[in-house]
């Protein structure tokens, strides 16, 4: 088992950055890749960013591209998003899986979220 906690989430305003972090403890090694998901109200699951477990590779989902890094110093990982717009307005999710990929169903384990608005 893997547990998840994310931190970091907020009220802020528009422009403004944010970020959040995940850390993540017990057998870590069978699911060492992690990534952030989002949730906005009424909408489904979506990608944002995923890394590996050196922190050498990483993918960001191409709408979030130049406003987004996410980084890991071993079991903790961040997620640095720029310029936030309503848009941002979600539930942000940790997750932890034993491959590289944008795609939910590979993830394990996930925390369990926090809540990011952002106003205008």
């Known amino acids: 088992q893997v547990q998840l906690v994310e931190s970091g989430g907020g009220v802020v305003q528009a422009g403004d950055s944010l970020r959040l972090s995940c850390v993540a403890s017990g057998r870590t090694s069978t699911s060492p890749m992690m990534a952030w998901f989002r949730q906005a109200p009424g909408k489904e699951r979506e990608f944002v960013a995923t890394?590996?477990?050196?922190?050498?590779d990483f993918h960001y989902a191409d709408s979030m591209k130049g406003r987004v890094t996410i980084s890991r110093d071993r079991d903790v990982v961040s997620l640095q998003i720029n310029d936030m717009r309503s848009e941002d307005t979600a539930v942000y999710f940790c997750?932890?899986?034993?491959?590289?990929?944008?795609?939910?169903?590979?993830?394990?384990?996930w925390g369990q979220g926090t809540q990011v608005t952002v106003s205008s």
């Open positions: 997750a932890a899986g034993p491959i590289l990929t944008n795609q939910k169903r590979w993830y394990d384990f």
């Open positions: 890394i590996s477990a050196t922190g050498r």
